[in-house]
T-cell receptor
């Protein structure tokens, strides 16, 4: 059975304090690992897709990396506007299996 | 990124009535769309996969007669919650598939059943 675990469940950072979010998964035949950002009361916003171990992608203060069993979302010098829930979703086929997410709060 | 809209953004209805939620892809054609449900502080749970011109595929435990999905065009899928009850109150989110892998999500619809 496909499983995905995100840690920590919640993270509180001071503005400028870099950190990493973890997504570990057990999915056979992984096609891709997706990262989304979700603000309260809104739909998820697509961030990245990673397809193979060793791959990295960056967008502004975010960088996603992928190994065979986990993915990290690194946040460098975060700002309050980065506060959101970050969801990862490994996919074996098209339907995504979402983790519970990490609720990030960045305090000014 | 691709844009998906949903209407209405929020709806309140009485128990026993039916509610229709629309999901539109605004700048791409979505052969495949997905419907999710999200309870407070929980992750998204896939309800069904909708393919244009064919019957939707429902996930285990989702009542197909209660959650009617129609995907009559490449830009519109609808979810109708029939005979809604308070336990159906939730946040319903749709997504459209772009290419073979990436889903772009709508803003969601908050359903409250009194």
């Amino acid at each position: 059975e496909d499983q995905v675990t995100q840690s920590p469940e919640a993270l509180r950072l001071q503005e400028g304090e870099s950190s990493s979010l973890n997504c570990s998964y057990t999915v056979s035949g992984l096609r891709g690992l997706f990262w989304y950002r979700q603000d309260p009361g809104k739909g998820p916003e697509f961030l990245f897709t990673l397809y193979s171990a060793g791959e990295e992608k960056e967008k502004e203060r975010l960088k996603a990396t992928l190994t065979k069993k986990e993915s990290f979302l690194h946040i460098t010098a975060p700002k309050p506007e980065d506060s959101a829930t970050y969801l990862c979703a490994p996919a074996r086929n098209t339907p995504l299996v979402f983790g519970k997410g990490t609720r990030l709060s960045v305090i000014a | 990124g691709a844009v998906v809209s949903q209407h209405p953004s929020r709806v309140i209805c009485k128990s026993g009535t039916s509610v229709k939620i629309e999901c539109r892809s605004l700048d791409f054609q979505a052969t495949t769309m997905f419907w999710y449900r999200q309870f407070p502080k929980k992750s998204l749970m896939l309800m069904a996969t909708s393919n244009e011109g064919s019957k939707a595929t429902y996930e285990q435990g989702v009542e197909k007669d209660k959650f009617l999905i129609n995907h009559a065009s490449l830009t519109l899928s609808t979810l109708t919650v029939t005979s809604a009850h308070p336990e159906d109150s939730s946040f319903y989110i749709c997504s459209g598939l772009v290419g073979t892998d990436t889903q772009y999500f709508g803003p969601g619809t908050r359903l409250t059943v009194l």
